[in-house]
């Protein structure tokens, strides 16, 4: 979901094919302990490490409530309702191409984000698309409507009030210098690299996988993530799982309800 009308239009030139075969969350680092397993006693001794279930609790938080960090919205799961207003945007404090306002929760991690993969050499990075109202989603999509039509308008914006943008809890990034903003071949970049592989450290998630396009209804946008906190994010990260509507075993959401 990018709103490609507000912002600079920059045509990458090579390899999207390419790109558009590689998975954005290759699961490689050190084995993860779910946050949410059972805290040992602090007068216990270490006990030896052992391949047990996560137990993980998939229903802490719900996912129906549009101020929930687990919120899922997709073409068939729209906000509820749908002119959702976050109570605690802020300002980000990161470089930004238009309007910067997350929840403050995904403001912070999306600020530790950036610092750690500067300083990880990723190279620079910038909100290019943060939280958006259903006010200005209706000024994009319609936008899309007279210039390509509705067929065309849902295939590159969210309708108003199904966009993860207006939960205050997705953004669009891209590096800095610019170079392939809102194209497939910024998963390609330093950047797009280095967030595939560690944004779930902060939280984020990779929503929309090149190989998960029927699931989740969107093409890979390598630039969009999506804050969800570290526990769940950590646990997706750890057990493979790349999308939200798998991992609740929610149905997929390709298009919208007729
Ligand atoms: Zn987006």
Same mark, same amino acid.
């Given at each position: ?25 290759a699961p490689v680092t050190a084995p993860i ?12 001794p270490t006990p030896t490490p052992t391949p ?122 891209s590096a800095v210098p610019l170079t392939c ?45 999506? *804050? ?27 298009? *919208?309800?007729?």
């Amino acid at each position: 979901m990018s709103s490609r009308s507000r912002s600079p239009v920059f045509v990458c030139a090579v390899v999207v094919a390419a790109a558009l075969g590689l998975v954005g969350c290759a699961p490689v680092t050190a084995p993860i302990r779910s946050s949410s397993a059972t805290p040992e006693a602090a007068d216990t001794p270490t006990p030896t490490p052992t391949p047990t279930p996560s137990g993980f609790d998939k229903t802490a938080l719900p996912i129906d409530d549009p101020a929930s960090i687990w919120v899922v919205v997709n073409k068939v799961r729209p906000l509820e309702p749908s002119t959702y207003v976050p109570a605690d945007l802020i300002t980000t404090p990161v470089p930004h191409l238009n309007p910067p306002g997350l929840r403050s929760e995904a403001a912070s991690a999306m600020a530790a984000m950036f610092a750690t993969a500067k300083a990880e050499g990723a190279g620079g990075m910038q909100l290019q698309s943060a939280s958006r109202s259903y006010g200005v989603q209706v000024k994009v999509y319609n936008g899309y409507v007279s210039s390509v039509g509705e067929d065309g308008a849902d295939a590159q914006s969210a309708r108003p009030g199904y966009s993860e943008h207006q939960t205050g809890l997705a953004a669009d990034i891209s590096a800095v210098p610019l170079t392939c903003a809102l194209a497939a071949c910024f998963g390609q970049t330093p950047q797009g690299l280095w967030l595939a592989a560690n944004a779930y450290r902060f939280g984020f998630l990779l929503r929309y996988p090149a190989d998960k396009t029927a699931i989740t209804g969107y093409m890979y946008e390598p630039w969009h993530f999506r *804050y969800i906190g570290v526990p769940l994010a950590t646990e997706m990260h750890a057990t493979g799982v790349t999308t939200l509507e798998e991992f609740f075993g929610l149905p997929p959401a390709p298009d *919208y309800a007729p």
